[in-house]
């Protein structure tokens, strides 16, 4: 398998880079968390890194990983069918299945709790389940980051169920409805998960966007964020 590999990223540099010599290469799989591919340039000589989940991959999978990472290295344009075919596997059932499992497997995520100083955000999700879900949507892990992080202020973890809300917002100065509106916005995530429309993810569908309008405070909220 990873002589065939190197011999599909030598053919591959050789299509990016015809005029140079292939440089040594040393391609290993590696047991990320999840589908993760690394490449770097170290004393000459190119390091690859794959993540064990793609073992197995069809040819025409690998060659679109090789041209992936050796176009990035030396940045030069990616092949955009080339970029879709490898979406379109690592977004296939069987594959998306695995990487979900690998990930609550190997990913030791470290959850702080959901009640903080101020807001406990297991009451702001029930208060919004009844008022916007009618009470359906099961309730995940609800937590406040470790970090008081000011560029990720909320998201949806569907490895480990679990809705992790910045430490930022618990805070007395924080209106109420500027943490109801990042848990419902991940509460979103949990009624209208990630599509595969064509090769493309699709995070915020038209049906999402819908129902993120509907949230009473959202342009005072909106105008809160951005002098956070």
């Known amino acids: 398998m990873l002589h065939n590999l190197l011999q599909i990223f030598q053919e591959q540099y050789l299509e990016l880079r015809p005029d140079t010599s292939v440089p040594e290469l040393k391609i290993d799989f590696f047991a990320f968390t999840g589908i993760k591919n690394t490449i770097r340039m170290r004393e000459g000589r190119l390091l690859v890194r794959l993540s064990d989940l793609l073992e197995g991959a069809p040819v025409p999978v690998l060659k679109a ?4 990472l050796l176009a990035k290295m030396y940045r030069r344009p990616i092949d955009r069918d080339t970029a879709a075919r490898y979406r379109r596997y690592i977004s296939s059932h069987g594959v998306s299945q695995k990487a979900h499992l690998v990930r609550q497997m190997r990913g030791r995520k470290r959850l702080a709790s959901a009640q903080g100083h101020t807001y406990d955000l297991e009451v702001v999700f029930e208060d919004l389940n009844i008022r916007f879900f009618h009470g359906l949507l099961a309730r995940p892990r609800m937590t406040w980051s470790r970090e008081r992080a000011r560029n990720h202020l909320g998201h949806y973890d569907p490895a480990h169920n679990a809705i992790v809300v910045s ?26 998960p990630v599509k595969l429309r064509g090769s493309r993810r699709c995070v915020h569908s038209p049906e999402f966007q819908a129902e993120e309008e509907l949230f009473p405070q959202l342009a005072e909220v909106k105008q809160f964020l951005r002098h956070l």
């Open 65 to 68: 990983i090789a041209h992936i």
């Open 167 to 192: 430490r930022i917002f618990d805070h007395p100065r924080v209106p109420r409805s500027a943490v109801e509106y990042i848990v419902y916005h991940e509460m979103l995530h949990l009624k209208h």
